[in-house]
């Protein structure tokens, strides 16, 4: 089963500034051969459901390990049946929406 | 690792009413041996990590069995390493502080 | 328009112990007369929608106060037009699916 | 109060394509003249609390009158004392520390 993933990790008790902890995970999920993309509040993934949650899962390894007593992860996850679907095609069927009506494409 | 979770699972592609999927998906949980707290906008769930993950990738095969094309999930999760923390202790603590100051107990 | 939110508030620079602040912001909730529910991961809350975010603005105004310098929120919020839906009636649609069948009510 | 938000709008009871429904409020926001950024998992967005806020709203109302029934919408929002912090510096904190150790830049 394919999943799409939104995924932000927040560290807590080590002050105020956590991006050292982020690009970790990102290096983990980047490791674990899966495609993704950053954003301004999380990290869209891309894969089969099993990969996915096992890099999440070291993602929580690794963050601890760097010193983090508590991590607070929310993610956002799709599945569907009806047909396969891409992070890229998610971006595109919306932006081909908000094209002018009348443009030549 | 133990962790905290608290899932919601939205079929898409059913019409807006959602309880039965719902419903299923807390009889998943329930069967994998979980504690579990159902609440209006969500499901708290406490247990190791593989066996929670485990349940919610059950529970997206269950929901699209019964129909649903496409499933939207939202997850808050946490781990800590400072101390071991339940779902009631959670709620607990947050309690406490509620209780006016000078009161007997 | 009538919202339903469930509302997370993690403050970030505090330490790993954010009940206090969590307690903070449940009292302006209840203070601005919302019908709220405590859960382990945030507090569903029932109401106007411009109420319901003038609160949640509030909470970030009184947690940033008590010496929080970064609030990291998370929120579902759900309306409808179909119906009118309690934050009670939510979790009854839920249980009486979970209601074996053949049981007397 | 500045706020940075992640805002992810799932309209219900439309079937499975929402992504009309998203470029709809894609405009609302962009009318707002809010900065955004649209990814594939729900759109960043940067501005005044009371702006932003106003802005979801006006989606949900639009979302609504397109005629979905029901909407279940998430948000992560993130409010900071101690410095500014915009969606470029958010991506560009992780992005510098992706960058291998003894790189030129």
Redesign the interface.
């Known amino acids: 089963?394919k999943v799409?993933?939104?995924l932000?990790v927040?560290p807590?008790?080590v002050?105020?500034?956590?991006?050292?902890y982020?690009?970790a995970c990102?290096?983990v999920l980047q490791e674990a051969g899966l495609e993704t993309?950053?954003?301004?509040?999380?990290t869209?993934i891309e894969g089969e459901?099993?990969e996915v949650?096992a890099a999440v899962?070291r993602c929580?390894?690794v963050v601890?390990a760097m010193g983090a007593?508590?991590?607070?992860?929310?993610?956002?996850?799709?599945?569907?049946?009806?047909r396969a679907q891409s992070?890229?095609d998610?971006?595109k069927?919306?932006?081909?929406?908000?094209r002018p009506e009348g443009s030549a494409d």
């Open positions: 089963m799409l993933v939104d932000s927040v807590l008790g002050g105020v500034s956590v991006s050292a982020v690009a990102e290096r993309a950053l954003h301004a509040y999380g869209n459901w099993d949650f899962k929580h390894e601890h007593p508590r991590i607070s992860t929310t993610m956002r996850l799709g599945t569907r049946t009806d992070l890229a998610k971006v069927s919306v932006e081909d929406k908000l």
